[in-house]
T-cell receptor, first 112, second 114 residues
Framework: AQSVTQPDIHITVSEGASLELRCNYS??????LFWYVQSPGQGLQLLLKYFSGDTLVQGIKGFEAEFKRSQSSFNLRKPSVHWSDAAEYFCAAVSGNTPLVFGKGTRLSVIA | GAGVSQSPRYKVAKRGQDVALRCDPISGHVSLFWYQQALGQGPEFLTY????????KSGLPSDRFFAERPEGSVSTLKIQRTQQEDSAVYLCASSSKTASYEQYFGPGTRLTVT
């Protein structure tokens, strides 16, 4: 079955430190991949997407993600975290006519 | 408005009551999706419309759930005889014909069944 796994439920990072959130997918063929962010009481905002081509994709708010086919991964990174980045982050994938499948999310806390 | 809007933002229903949740997609977006997000979980797909046609309803958890989009714009998700397990945030998303995989989400409706 198609699935998206986010191994880390909760991550705490100091403000100014770098961040990497992990995402692995299980699909027959390489799906389209997405990262969304959800702040409390808010909907999901698209940070970035990967369809094909360059495996390092840039998104909004200084985020980037790297697609690695050999590892079935699409990890999200940011070089320097700001307190306003504290939120829930969701990795998602879609392939063909199947619905968008989300991971369970990673909650990011930022400490001073 | 510029984004997807949903109403009400919060709904409290007594068990057994019927509820109706509304979604206004981005103007011109042909595709509309409903998701259910339980506490501490990622969103899970419920159903999908292309214009007024409901093309996929495989995620609806029971026949108590019903969705419609009669004129290809606004959509309503109806839950009949609500149960406690229906408590969740219901998210609506829309996408355009030219970027069908890029979904834009509304703020959601938080449903609490007591």
């Amino acid at each position: 079955a198609q699935s998206v796994t986010q191994p880390d439920i909760h991550i705490t990072v100091s403000e100014g430190a770098s961040l990497e959130l992990r995402c692995n997918y299980s699909y027959g063929a390489t799906p389209y991949l997405f990262w969304y962010v959800q702040s409390p009481g808010q909907g999901l905002q698209l940070l970035l997407k990967y369809f094909s081509g360059d495996t390092l994709v840039q998104g909004i708010k200084g985020f980037e993600a790297e697609f690695k086919r050999s590892q079935s991964s699409f990890n999200l990174r940011k070089p320097s975290v700001h307190w306003s980045d504290a939120a829930e982050y969701f990795c998602a994938a879609v392939s063909g006519n199947t619905p968008l499948v989300f991971g369970k999310g990673t909650r990011l806390s930022v400490i001073a | 408005g510029a984004g997807v809007s949903q109403s009400p933002r919060y709904k409290v229903a007594k068990r057994g009551q019927d509820v109706a949740l509304r979604c206004d997609p981005i103007s011109g977006h042909v595709s509309l999706f409903w998701y259910q997000q339980a506490l501490g979980q990622g969103p899970e797909f419920l159903t999908y419309f292309q214009n007024e046609a409901q093309l996929d309803k495989s995620g609806l958890p029971s026949d108590r759930f019903f969705a419609e989009r009669p004129e290809g714009s606004v959509s309503t998700l109806k839950i009949q005889r609500t149960q406690q397990e229906d408590s969740a945030v219901y998210l609506c998303a829309s996408s355009s014909k030219t970027a069908s995989y890029e979904q834009y989400f509304g703020p959601g409706t938080r449903l609490t069944v007591t």
